[in-house]
């Protein structure tokens, strides 16, 4: 029988984090692909976005790996607190993903930005917190 991970909904957001990277960055081939587009953008729109809502991705996901990572080593959170945490870091990451690739949610990508920020916020307060 396998132990229970010390940081469960770590692992839990790293896995769901690589899945969705994985479904951006073959987004992105795949209109290179049909647009036989090596480098760049090639001024395609379609491109353009696909490009954006991956490198938005990765300028954010590390971070909220690292706060949840954080957060679990450290106990200065509770397991619910962490858990909602890291849910709130993947419904973000979907609804601006959805949002800049223009699949229509009402308002997903800046809900998304909002709920990401927040939760960064709430993540940062409580690591700053673990300190006093």
Known sequence: MQAIPAIP????LTAIFAVMLT??????????RSAKIG?????????RRRIRAHGN???????????CVVLE???TASSA????????FIVARLLHALGVLEIPV???QAVGMVLQ????????????????
């Open 23 to 32: 479904v951006l960055s073959l987004l992105v081939s795949l209109q290179r």
């Open 57 to 67: 991705f990765i300028e954010n996901a590390p971070l909220l790996v690292l706060v």
């Open 9 to 12: 909904a770590t692992l839990f």
């Open 39 to 47: 480098t760049g953008d090639g001024d395609n729109i379609v491109l």
């Open 117 to 132: 920020h927040v939760a960064i916020l709430i993540g940062a307060v409580l690591l700053l917190r673990g300190l006093i």
């Open 106 to 108: 009402v308002g997903s």
């Open 81 to 88: 607190t962490i858990w909602a945490l890291a849910v709130a």
């Open 73 to 75: 080593i450290s106990a």
